[in-house]
C-alpha cells in the first residue's frame, strides 16, 4: 500500500473512532447494555473488546494469549468480559475518546486492519441500535484491503456469487450471478452477521 494510501487509511480509522465515540456519548443505560449484532456481547462488551489495545501492554497481551491456550477469540471474550465488570460504561467511552488517534494495528493487520476492526465492531454497535452507519466509502477502504484470507477468517465462501455495493465502488466474489446491498449491508453479510444473499435467478 503506497503511503499515501495508508495516511488515508489511518485519517479514515481516527474518523470512524470519533464519529463512534459521539454517538457512544449519547447512549442511554439500557443501549449500553443491549445486545450487538457479535455473538454473545453486549454493546459495552464490544466497546471493552475494541479499547483493549489501548490499556493491554505487550506483556498482558501475551500472558491473556498463554492462558487462553492461545485461542485469540476466547482470549477477547475473556478480556471483554472482565473490563466490563471493571470498568463502568462511562470509562469505556473515556477509553475510546482518549485514544482516537492511538497507533494501535493488530499483530500482521497493518493500518487497514485497524479501519477493519473499527468499522466492523463499530456495525455490531449501531447496526443493533438502529444509529448512523458507518460511510460507505469508508466501508469501501475496508473491503479494498479484504483479500481472500480475510474472507476466509469469517468463513465466508462466495463461489460462484458476486456481490455489488448500490452506493460505494465495492465488488467482490466471482460469477455470474449478482446481488447488490449497500455497502454496510456487504460488509455485514462477508463478515457473518446477516446470511449471504440468495443468488438472484433470472
Not at 439500557?30 to 457479535?38: G, I, T
Not at 462477508?190 to 444473499?197: A, F, H, I, Q
Amino acid at each position: 500500500m503506497p503511503a499515501t494510501d495508508e495516511t488515508t487509511v489511518i485519517d479514515q480509522t481516527h474518523a470512524e473512532r470519533r464519529r463512534l465515540a459521539d454517538l457512544l456519548a449519547d447512549l442511554t443505560t439500557d443501549q449500553w447494555a443491549a445486545d450487538s449484532l457479535c455473538a454473545g456481547w453486549r454493546v459495552r462488551e464490544v466497546v471493552a473488546h475494541m479499547t483493549m489495545p489501548f490499556r493491554a501492554g505487550r506483556l498482558s497481551f501475551v500472558g491473556g494469549l498463554v492462558r487462553a491456550g492461545f485461542n485469540f477469540n476466547r482470549y477477547a471474550d475473556r478480556a471483554a468480559r472482565a473490563d466490563t465488570a471493571r470498568l463502568s460504561d462511562r470509562e469505556l467511552l473515556a477509553s475510546l475518546q482518549d485514544n482516537v488517534e492511538h497507533g494501535w494495528r493488530p499483530p500482521g493487520g497493518g493500518a487497514a486492519g485497524a479501519l477493519s476492526h473499527d468499522v466492523i465492531h463499530g456495525l455490531d454497535i449501531t447496526e443493533a441500535l438502529g444509529l448512523p452507519a458507518v460511510p460507505p466509502e469508508r466501508i469501501a477502504l475496508v473491503l479494498a484491503s479484504a483479500g481472500p484470507k480475510a474472507l476466509a477468517y469469517f468463513g465466508t465462501d462466495l463461489t460462484g456469487r458476486t456481490l455489488r455495493a448500490t452506493d460505494a465502488d465495492i465488488t467482490l466474489g466471482e460469477g455470474p450471478e449478482v446481488s447488490d446491498l449497500p455497502a454496510k449491508d456487504l460488509l455485514l453479510a462477508v463478515t457473518g452477521r446477516r446470511p449471504l444473499p440468495d443468488v438472484a435467478t433470472s
